[in-house]
């Protein structure tokens, strides 16, 4: 008996959340392994450069239940979470939802507009370049090159030194407008875009030998608009795939950037907190930034669908 669209539609929601939970705990889980390996105790975190008698650091120790076994802190951390407690910094002296709440915007304003540019200039160089003379496409591939082997620290100081510094056309460190927006979105769409670029030039080159090419040209299809109706939309499912996953990678990795342009962020907080092995505060980052990957591929999935309804019949 075939199976009902609508049961095939509630099998794979079924499927992709077992998979989100999995991935969430699997997450958090090797977060809490690689903290327990970092040397240093906790306690002095949370003591600091305070002088406190042994009965007060006893009495700490206590207090946050670092006297009792891995895996009884492994345990109470979980059910926190299923209660939705993500507990307070060791450190900050604040709740972990008000410390990542207080640098999450910064950081996704940041990677949106760094994934968004890098999309603009992946989608014109490759409708510019794709099945172009051998000239147009060797120095398109060279630049590409280089603009992935470019490590992201090089390219923000880079940018920092021509813009910031000699031009004075942005903000150097900090900046809250759009302004102090640009030259880290810039740092961050140097390589993706040229790995997007790539990505999508193949994608129209092969769309372009297809069939429906031939008959839309046939028609009197202009060649700008057959890329831009046709092949375009047969290129984007491999690039959105690709831009999906970078999204994830690139707010888990902000480090770097934040650090060389003086931003807010949740990578200079998560940092900070490893040095000081504060454990609610990495645990609680690894999990709203896994949870986000998680959603931004379901919204992935629900885009495919509209990218190419041939999918639709196949849920």
Known sequence: MKRRPSARVVRAVLVRLGASVLVLWGAVT??????????????????????????????????????????????????RILHGDLGRSYRLDQTVGEAIGSQLAASLRLTTAGIALALLVATVLALLTARRGRRVRALSSGIELVGVSVPGFWAGILLLTVFSFQLGWFPATGGSGPSGLVLPACAIAIPVGALLTQVMREGLERALEQPFVLTARSRGMSDGGVRLRHALRHALLPVVTLAGWLFGALLGGMVVTEQIFSREG??????????????????????????????????????????????????
């Open 30 to 79: 090797a977060s809490f392994a690689a903290l327990q390996a970092v040397p240093g105790e906790v306690v002095d975190s949370i003591v600091g450069t305070n002088d406190v008698t042994p009965e007060v650091r006893a009495q700490i120790i206590a207090e946050y239940g670092l006297d009792r076994p891995v895996l009884a802190q492994y345990g109470t951390f979980l059910n």
């Open 266 to 315: 949740i990578g200079r907080l998560v940092v900070g907190a490893v040095e000081s092995k504060d454990l609610p505060v990495v645990m609680g980052v690894v999990l709203v930034t896994a949870t986000l990957y998680v959603l931004v591929n379901i919204a992935l999935d629900l885009l495919y669908l509209v990218i190419d309804p041939r999918l639709r019949g196949a849920r």
